[in-house]
DNA sequence: GCTGAATCTTGACAGTGTCAAGATTGTGGC
DNA sequence: GCCACAATCTTGACACTGTCAAGATTCAGC
């Protein structure tokens, strides 16, 4: 179906979208301009007029997913303050939601399909600022004797690398059946930040369902 | 340089090595067999009599690096039998060596390259391999009360992902200098691994000087 | 309503993955 | 030693890709 204008009208937001669902179908191999244009309508230069190149248009897609995760982490914490293990767990949370929820999504954005990052500004800003906001809820814990002592960035990327190691396991159907059927998602999750803190995760901290 | 012989002699394992050369001058977009083989020095549709495709030569490339982590983790292992700490600590140690020693090749084996990785039983096997070898520590920890009890594979996942996490801050750059400046490699990664285990880790259980 | 800028199309070019057909060489059986 | 067959490698072709240049169309400010 042809458009009835010449001009797209939003095209930049429209290719990002198509840019993401044409990723997630056909993977980082089968991702072209040309099909991403096709899939919004418009001929397969056009996107020139809006990305330098075709990482530019990659570059714009993993930001705006780190842009959702960073919301997300951000709305979870809010309810919360001076209450730095419910931060702590509920930024937790909402990382393993938007893995879970927003799957597509959360691959593309951690896939590695966007390379030489340093060169898009936008992406390095929002991926430092989503660090940081664990950075602080660390600090948080730290200071009221949830968590160890020591640099803070560390263990930030300590527990964002477990959260991380978690979902791809789940996502990969790779935990054994025997711990499936024993443990929720919600105990599981809970395990896992139990390891680092040094008062014990009450069980019922999170809702039951999703 | 033209060969002498019409046939190569080995060409699988040149298309490797060639192939992880290019692969970490000009990353995942800017691989190509058509470079590959002109590297290797034969003629562009050679690799076909080796590989089905170019995602099975990427495949070959990422095997061959998690088969060299795993042996030098298992290497790293094999000296202490009958003591987990040191098992765990060298295990984290070696993986941690290889990603900055053999930065190219560890890059190459998680950076994604590889889609659709259950289609490449070797692959699978190995990557499986390794962390069966992590998962059998763990449980050895467990059993000697220096980890947590609990899920044994959830634990291995979270220790795997906390290093993973961990040498991409490094490699990134990404670890403020009030952190460098304090600490050595190995004092951060005792402090890492010092967060999961019960009893508290001996500053001097690792060499000074890699 | 005129003009320059923004947006989009068309056409072209070198490079790409992949296959088919053919050339060259190794290998097992006699 | 020789023959047939399989393995290996080259050449040539095809559709598809990223990217750029030139032109068409529309928008925005004066």
Not at 35 to 42: D, P, R
Not at 71 to 85: K, R
Not at 115 to 144: G, H, L, N
Request: glycine share 6%.
């Amino acid at each position: 179906m042809p458009r009835k204008t010449y001009h797209h009208g939003d095209l930049k937001n429209a290719l990002i979208r198509s840019g993401a669902k044409v990723l997630a179908k056909e993977g980082v191999s089968g991702f072209s301009l040309r099909k991403v244009a096709k899939h919004a309508g418009v001929s397969h230069a056009a996107p020139y007029a809006h990305f330098a190149d075709k990482q530019a248009l990659i570059a714009a897609i993993s930001t705006e997913g780190f842009k959702r995760l960073y919301e997300s982490m951000d709305a979870a914490i809010e309810p919360f303050a001076d209450q730095p293990l419910c931060q702590l767990v509920a930024t937790a949370w909402a990382y393993v939601q938007f893995a879970l929820h927003d799957m597509d999504q959360f691959k593309i954005t951690f896939s590695g399909a966007l390379e030489r990052e340093k060169d898009y500004p936008a992406f390095v800003e929002i991926s430092q600022q989503a660090f940081r906001r664990v950075v602080t809820v660390v600090e948080a814990c730290q200071k009221a004797d949830i968590l160890r002592a020591g640099p803070s960035d560390l263990l930030a990327v300590a527990i964002w690398g477990e959260l991380h190691g978690f979902v791809s396991l789940l996502t990969e159907g790779q935990i054994s059946h025997t711990v499936l059927d024993q443990y929720s998602l919600q105990e599981m999750l809970i395990f896992m930040l139990d390891q680092f803190t040094l008062v014990r995760i009450p069980k019922n901290i999170l809702p039951k369902d999703s």
